[in-house]
């Protein structure tokens, strides 16, 4: 079965300290992934999408790293700010036909501390 | 531009009531898809279309789910004499190049 996991469920920090969320999926022959942000109310938006050609991704103070061999990415935040608290998603699609949707791990809810 | 945009935001209904969602995806966008996001659950991946092909329908939790999409434009999915466990957040995604942009979501609550 294909499932996607996200550690930890839960992190809360100070600002401005640099963070890594985790990601691992069960299969390796992914056709891309993605990480999402998801605030209270509100629906998910897209952060960073990574090829399985690709190693990284980077935007902003964000950078997605892929790792498929090992079934692996990271959501490295640098001096992360209030601004940042959310739940963070990561997806995964194994079909680029779409046909399967997106799998999604259960997130990992950020608290940055002002 | 405009978004993803679904209707509507909050639907309270009846358990036995039927209930039509309705998801406008970005222009120009040939792929949407429905997710369904119960209470504490991550995201579960219902049904997808893409531009006039026939839709996988196998994500659909039961024969009560059915959806709908008129060409490259408006989706709908209905839900058949609800039922308290499909009380959840549905949302809408469309695509283009491989990214998927969600809509706010309908938050559904069947008494």
């Known amino acids: 079965k294909q499932e996607v996991t996200q550690i930890p469920a839960a992190l809360s920090v100070p600002e401005g300290e640099n963070l890594v969320l985790n990601c691992s999926f069960t299969?390796?022959?992914?056709?891309?992934l993605q990480w999402f942000r998801q605030d209270p109310g509100k629906g998910l938006t897209s952060l960073l999408l990574?090829?399985?050609?690709?190693r990284e991704q980077t935007s902003g103070r964000l950078n997605a790293s892929l790792d498929k061999s090992s079934g692996r990415s990271t959501l490295y935040i640098a001096a992360s700010q209030p601004g940042d608290s959310a739940t963070y998603l990561c997806?995964?699609?194994?079909?680029?036909?779409?046909?399967?949707?997106?799998?999604f791990g259960k997130g990992t809810h950020l608290i940055i501390q002002p | 531009g405009a978004g993803v945009s679904q209707s509507p935001s909050n639907k309270v209904t009846e358990k036995g009531k039927d209930v039509e969602l309705r998801c406008d995806p970005i222009?120009?966008?040939?792929?949407l898809y429905w997710y369904r996001q119960r209470l504490g659950q991550g995201l579960e991946f219902l049904i997808y279309?893409?531009?006039?092909?026939?839709?996988?329908k196998s994500g659909l939790p039961s024969d009560r789910f059915s959806a709908e999409r008129t060409g490259e434009s408006v989706s709908t999915l209905t839900i058949q004499r609800t039922q308290q466990e499909d009380s959840a957040v549905y949302l809408c995604?469309?695509?283009?190049?491989?990214?998927?942009?969600f809509g706010p979501g309908t938050r559904l609550l069947v008494l």
């Open positions: 995604a469309s695509s283009s190049l491989g990214t998927q942009y």
């Open positions: 990574i090829q399985s050609s690709q």
């Open positions: 222009s120009g966008h040939t792929a």
């Open positions: 299969d390796s022959a992914i056709y891309n």
């Open positions: 279309f893409q531009g006039n092909s026939a839709p996988d």
């Open positions: 997806a995964v699609s194994w079909s680029g036909g779409g046909a399967d949707g997106l799998t």
